[in-house]
């Protein structure tokens, strides 16, 4: 096990990058349930994305709270997996109908302000169903310029497919960070994360806000920072708009800002 996590750390450092820094989006899923594990998230020392469940207790607090802290919000939003289980509050649901589904996604969006895009929190099922992806890129371009991250929760998802005949902004995950919790392995799977980025020029991770993961990250996110890793906001991996000149008009078809500076964190306890 050493040796393995030796090799990737090795592989990690000595890839060569394409022009420019490595590119590293990092996702910390299921944010909103923990105020603690919300503030140490916010506190990690580079940009990152917050996916923040809807109607969980701490989400309003923290989402409110991300910009301050140099961190990205996004709406991670439930949807129905393949196997029976709970999947949270604000779900969408294979016999969810076009209506409900709007009316869904606005509730959502409202109980996480700041949000920039949406990723899919469980949705194996959802996520392979054209119709259903297709309402939800329809829906969000109702709400401006939102993106769609695909966590892959499924190999059977269409989710590139139809947010390509949308035209809505899209990245999809390459590497979850701690499916085996062990800090050992999370250690290699982040170096897989940052090979993936050496070689492609880009990647996006996504990871939980547990203990074993933030520690990991708290520790190692200062030294690849160090060695030309750059970390950004999901939104900053969004390709430049494509505009179409006319004699008469200019047609922009989507745009993302870039984001500020990195400030310091603060806590998510009110104000007394």
């Known amino acids: 096990m050493a040796r393995a996590l030796t090799t990737l750390l090795l592989l990690a450092t000595a890839l060569p990058a394409l022009a420019g820094e490595p590119r590293v989006a990092l996702i910390i899923d299921d944010i909103g349930t923990d105020r603690a594990a919300a503030e140490r998230t916010l506190a990690l020392p580079v940009p990152l994305t917050l996916a923040i469940l809807p109607h969980t207790p701490h989400a309003r607090a923290t989402a409110e709270a991300a910009p301050a802290a140099g961190k990205e919000v996004m709406l991670h939003q439930p949807m129905q997996a ?22 869904t996604l606005a509730r959502n969006l409202e109980a996480v302000p700041n949000a920039r895009g949406l990723n899919n929190h469980m949705g194996s099922l959802i996520t392979r169903h054209p119709g259903h992806m297709a309402w ?7 709400h401006g310029d939102l993106y769609f991250v695909d966590s892959r929760t499924t190999h059977h998802t269409v989710a590139r497919q139809i947010a390509g005949e949308h035209g809505r902004p899209f990245v999809e995950r390459d590497v979850f960070l701690d499916h085996d919790a062990d800090p050992a392995a999370i250690e290699r799977q982040l ?13 996006v991770g996504i990871g939980h806000p547990r203990p074993n993961t933030l520690a990991v990250l708290e520790r190692r996110l200062p030294a690849l920072a160090r060695e ?19 004699p008469n008009e200019e047609i922009v078809q989507w745009s993302l800002p870039s984001s500020p500076s990195l400030p310091a964190a603060r806590s998510l306890k009110p104000s007394p």
């Not at 196997?83 to 604000?90: I, Q």
């Not at 939800?136 to 109702?142: D, H, K, P, Q, R």
């Not at 170096?191 to 990647?203: F, P």
């Open 191 to 203: 170096a897989r994360l940052v090979a993936e980025a050496r070689r492609e020029g880009q990647a």
């Open 82 to 103: 393949e196997r029976p289980g709970p999947v949270g509050r604000g779900a969408l649901w294979l016999d969810t109908t076009e209506g409900e589904l709007h009316a």
């Open 228 to 246: 030309g890793i750059r970390f950004v906001r999901v939104s900053e991996l969004i390709p430049e708009p494509e505009v179409e000149e006319t």
């Open 136 to 142: 939800l890129m329809e829906a969000l371009a109702g």
